[in-house]
């Protein structure tokens, strides 16, 4: 008797099998080829957006600084030296150089 409650506990035993197991780390993967291409591609179009917005802020400080000294700063410089931007903001965050030319900030080249 003992040897068949013994039995009877397996075929009751509740759990995943390996076949299951690999279905869903397969689903998993396939999910995570998809999902990632997409996070890239976000990635860039972010940093796009952030370079366009420090372009913005110079710009305006560059208003600001004709607005006081009556005339166009000839250098990004010009604008940290006299307190118009930080350091930090005269690149983009991709790390390219910004430059003023006739008064209008642009990327350097």
Known sequence: ?????????????????????MIVIMIISVLLLIAVPGLTKNNEVVEDKSCEATIKVAQTQVAAYKANKKEFPTTIADLVTDGYLDMDETTCPGGEELTITDGKVNLAE
Request: aromatic share 14%; glycine share 4%.
């Open 1 to 21: 008797m003992k040897l068949r409650k013994w039995i009877s506990l397996f075929k009751q035993e509740k759990g995943f099998t390996l076949i299951e197991m």
